[in-house]
């Protein structure tokens, strides 16, 4: 069984700039998740899809970062314009529903000059 | 409210030495505990959970108890390899809010 898998796995980009992170999760699972994850920082959760549903995106900053996931599959997330603080490892999970074990991607490490 | 405290790293053990990473965390309620294990360039994995107080996960040869009385999740290991290291992640789950809330992680190395 394939697990998540997130792309690109890198991304250096100009502040200002736009950026945008793809996420396939797990095949028929319904929640998705998008985490930051700090350098020497646990994740942070952003955004949680219940299918097509943005059930808690509460910790999204909103000003500059969006979400998608159309047709409750592949998910998106996107930041624009970047600024030099958002330079982190952006993780996508999902789970079979919100009460089962939740499965990483390797994440997408982002770096703004 | 909800928080995991871990002991800070990074932790530097030779082969074969006993590990213990230690975890505490504050919730209300009943939370899930579970340690992850993050290997460089991958993502998170989950390495062993326990759902309720005294349960015991286990896992290649790792173990953690879930103490209430102490709020503590502290993992262990009898006898560590290189190939255990890696980042561990302590974290909590509540089913109110369904959110995951981690620690900080613990570098852990292990040299021959």
């Known amino acids: 069984e394939a697990g998540v898998v997130q792309s690109p796995r890198y991304k250096i980009i100009e502040k200002k700039q736009p950026v945008a992170f793809w996420c396939n999760p797990i095949?028929?699972?319904?929640?998705l998740y998008w985490y930051l994850q700090n350098l020497g920082q646990g994740p942070e959760l952003l955004i949680r899809y219940e299918n097509e549903e943005a059930v808690d995106d509460s910790q999204l900053p909103k000003d500059r970062f969006s979400a998608e996931r159309l047709k409750g599959v592949d998910s998106t997330l996107k930041i624009q314009p970047a600024e030099l603080g958002d330079s982190a490892v952006y993780l996508c999970?999902?789970?079979?529903?919100?009460?089962?074990?939740?499965?990483f991607g390797p994440g997408t490490r982002l770096t703004v000059l | 409210g909800n928080s995991v405290t871990q002991m800070e790293g990074p932790v530097t053990l030779s082969e074969e030495a006993f590990l213990t990473i230690n975890c505490t965390y504050t919730?209300?309620?009943?939370?899930?505990l579970f340690w992850y294990v993050q290997y460089p360039g991958e993502g998170l994995q989950l390495l062993l959970k326990?759902?309720?107080?005294?349960d015991k996960g286990s896992n290649k040869g790792f173990e953690a108890t879930y103490r209430k009385e102490t709020t503590s999740f502290h993992l262990e290991k009898g006898s560590v390899q290189v190939s255990d290291s890696a980042v561990y992640f302590c974290a909590l789950f509540r089913n109110t809010g369904n959110q995951f809330y981690f620690g900080t992680g613990t570098s852990l190395t292990v040299i021959p």
């Open positions: 999970a999902s789970s079979l529903t919100q009460a089962h074990e939740q499965f």
């Open positions: 326990a759902t309720k107080a005294d």
């Open positions: 095949s028929g699972h319904n929640t």
């Open positions: 919730a209300t309620g009943y939370p899930s």
